[in-house]
């Protein structure tokens, strides 16, 4: 095993833990209690949702690199590329959900998950 990619992989993990938590605790609260919000699609609604789910998406990410880190520590590179695939997966099913599919960026995601599962596969 590699000592510092699993000290990565766990400093990754409490890094997405506190982003999320403490943004939800100091920002996004504070920020969804002004008036100026920007109105997309006929209300500030949107903008609200389009900011929190980008917000912890950067957790997911975080998380995803950490087993990512994780698995490559044990010497599994295939493992490792199914991970970050698999993050790119939920990536997208939370840009979908979070913006009603309204948000362009899931498709993408998406098309990222599939197309590093198909690689791994291949290799």
């Given at each position: 095993m590699n000592s510092w990619l699993l000290l990565?992989?766990?400093?990754a993990v409490l890094t997405g833990v506190a982003h999320s938590y403490l943004g939800e605790r100091y920002i996004l609260g504070r920020?969804?209690?002004?008036?100026?919000?920007?109105?997309l699609f006929g209300s500030d609604l949107f903008t609200k949702r389009t900011l929190r789910f980008a917000w912890h998406l950067t957790s997911i990410?975080?998380?995803?690199?950490?087993v990512s880190f994780w698995v490559l520590a044990r010497?599994?590179?295939?493992?490792?590329?199914?991970?970050?695939s698999a993050t790119f997966f939920l990536t997208s099913l939370v840009t979908a959900a979070g913006s009603?599919?309204?948000?362009?960026?899931w498709p993408v995601f998406l098309a990222i998950a599939?197309?590093?599962?198909?690689?791994?596969?291949?290799?």
């Amino acid at each position: 095993m590699n000592s510092w990619l699993l000290l990565a992989s766990v400093l990754a993990v409490l890094t997405g833990v506190a982003h999320s938590y403490l943004g939800e605790r100091y920002i996004l609260g504070r920020l969804f209690r002004r008036t100026e919000l920007p109105h997309l699609f006929g209300s500030d609604l949107f903008t609200k949702r389009t900011l929190r789910f980008a917000w912890h998406l950067t957790s997911i990410a975080w998380v995803g690199a950490a087993v990512s880190f994780w698995v490559l520590a044990r010497g599994d590179a295939t493992g490792g590329i199914r991970v970050l695939s698999a993050t790119f997966f939920l990536t997208s099913l939370v840009t979908a959900a979070g913006s009603r599919g309204r948000h362009l960026a899931w498709p993408v995601f998406l098309a990222i998950a599939v197309a590093a599962w198909l690689g791994a596969s291949a290799s």
